[in-house]
């Protein structure tokens, strides 16, 4: 019998499966990938007596897979806000699926564990850029702003580890930085102890002072977009940069497309932080585009629909 935990290997994913497992300790085999490595119920070779717990990944995206598992008569328990379509009718499924605006995978895992462990939780919203969701549900813990703003770089590092085209792009494996998490039930202990946060950090300064040198390719009072080069940094820099910019500038929508060896582009978009809707809507009008309403990327936007992406972000994101 084995048990597998799939999970996102961005911040939500990684403090969703953390949460879940310092309550309920469980042996198991860790599924997981780059952030946008989201097809992963296809790598989950389950037979029946297995059981299967998803985190932070779309089941819109792994219908196909999730129905393979089920019909192997593997009882599988699945957390997650992204779009999900329709959901398989089946005694075996037990779904937790929101996909409110202000609402990350971690936080529907504090729920069901009835806040345990709610550090981790508000680590997880700020590492999905809820930071006025972050707040919200800390208030219970009475944290000062200098441990709030210690939660909130936290879940930025982590988050920022996630992004890349392969993992030869990351700082940390996503499964290699859950094992460095997970020894710590309070992440404060973590930042004070662990050599890995420092690590993180300073990569992440590096990229940033890189990535505020790029000047956009396009910008409106609605929405701007930035071509990054192919380069490493520049994938590992998208979504956190995405989100600095969604914070800056709040009335903005905003694209940020990092070009892959291919030619084609690693694309992540932000909705405007005032609404927090139409990322989702914008990157599905285009092949492997896929997310929620407030962030959404595209794994490989082909190189000659560059114009038609801007000039449909545009009309997007209009007024």
């Not at 939500?12 to 198991?28: T, V």
């Not at 700020?126 to 549900?137: E, I, P, Q, T, V």
């Not at 914008?282 to 936007?301: D, H, S, Y």
Request: with cysteine; net charge negative.
């Amino acid at each position: 019998m084995t048990h597998f935990d799939v999970f996102n290997g961005d911040a939500d994913g990684i403090c969703a499966l953390h949460q879940l497992r310092l309550a309920e300790p469980k042996d198991s085999t860790l599924v997981t990938g780059v952030k946008r490595d989201i097809n992963l119920l296809k790598r989950v070779p389950a037979v029946s007596g297995d059981s299967v717990t998803v985190l932070d990944i779309s089941l819109d995206k792994n219908r196909d897979e999730l129905q393979r598992v089920l019909d192997a008569e593997v009882p599988v328990t699945y957390f997650d806000h992204h779009f999900a379509g329709d959901i398989p009718d089946s005694p075996l499924l037990s779904t937790n699926i929101d996909t409110a605006g202000d609402v990350c995978t971690g936080l529907l895992v504090n729920r069901f564990l009835n806040g345990q462990f709610l550090p981790w939780a508000v680590t997880a919203l700020y590492g999905d850029n809820l930071h006025d969701a972050a707040k919200s549900a800390a208030a219970p813990l009475n944290l000062n702003d200098s441990q709030l703003a210690e939660l909130e770089q936290l879940g930025t590092l982590l988050n920022y580890n996630g992004y890349g085209g392969t993992l030869d792009d990351l700082y940390f494996a996503p499964d290699d930085l859950y094992r460095k998490v997970q020894p710590y039930a309070d992440p404060f202990e973590f930042i004070a102890s662990d050599t890995t946060f420092e690590t993180l950090r300073d990569g992440f300064d590096s990229d940033m002072k890189r990535a505020a040198s790029i000047e956009p390719k396009m910008a409106t009072e609605s929405c701007a977009a930035f071509l990054f080069p192919n380069d490493p940094f520049s994938r590992r820099v998208s979504g956190v940069y995405s989100n600095q910019l969604a914070r800056e500038n709040p009335g903005r929508a905003h694209a940020l497309l990092s070009e892959l060896p291919s030619g084609d582009y690693l694309v992540s978009v932000r909705a405007p932080l005032a609404t927090k809707t139409g990322a989702d809507e914008l990157v599905r009008q285009f092949p492997t585009g896929g997310g929620r309403k407030a962030a959404a990327g595209i794994n490989q936007l082909p190189a000659d629909q560059l114009q038609k992406f801007l000039d449909t972000m545009q009309q997007q994101f209009a007024g």
